[in-house]
Nanobody
Framework: QVQLVESGGGLVQAGDSLRLSCAASGRTFSSYVMAWFRQAPGKEREFVAA????????YYADSVKGRFTISRDNAKNTGYLQMNNLKPEDTAVYYC????????????????WGQGTQVTVSS
């Protein structure tokens, strides 16, 4: 098993940047594909980005492509989501998630979840 804890959320203005972190503990972090999801009020949880075990491949939702960058540092057991040029529609609770195989865009495909961190973007 792996335990995940997100941090780095906050209140920012449109056009600003934030970097979210996902600290992992438990089983070896590099054994897992890592992904970020987000959930806005009244909406379903949606896929944002995923990264392979050693960071060799990444995949992004169209809505964040070119603005967000997913990365990981297996030596630090930490994953990241760099978010640039934030828009009000990016406002949501952001979750990191992990699974053993590559990859999925549905939340039910992921076995492990953090508690989430709130990102609010004002216009």
């Amino acid at each position: 098993q792996v335990q995940l804890v997100e941090s780095g959320g906050g209140l920012v203005q449109a056009g600003d940047s934030l970097r979210l972190s996902c600290a992992a503990s438990g089983r070896t972090f590099s054994s897992y594909v890592m992904a970020w999801f987000r959930q806005a009020p009244g909406k379903e949880r949606e896929f944002v980005a995923a990264i392979k075990w050693r960071g060799t491949s990444t995949y992004y939702a169209d809505s964040v492509k070119g603005r967000f960058t997913i990365s990981r540092d297996n030596a630090k057991n930490t994953g990241y989501l760099q978010m640039n040029n934030l828009k009000p529609e990016d406002t949501a609770v952001y979750y990191c998630a992990a699974r053993s195989s590559w990859y999925g865009e549905s939340s039910y495909e992921y076995d492990y979840w953090g508690q989430g961190t709130q990102v609010t973007v004002s216009s």
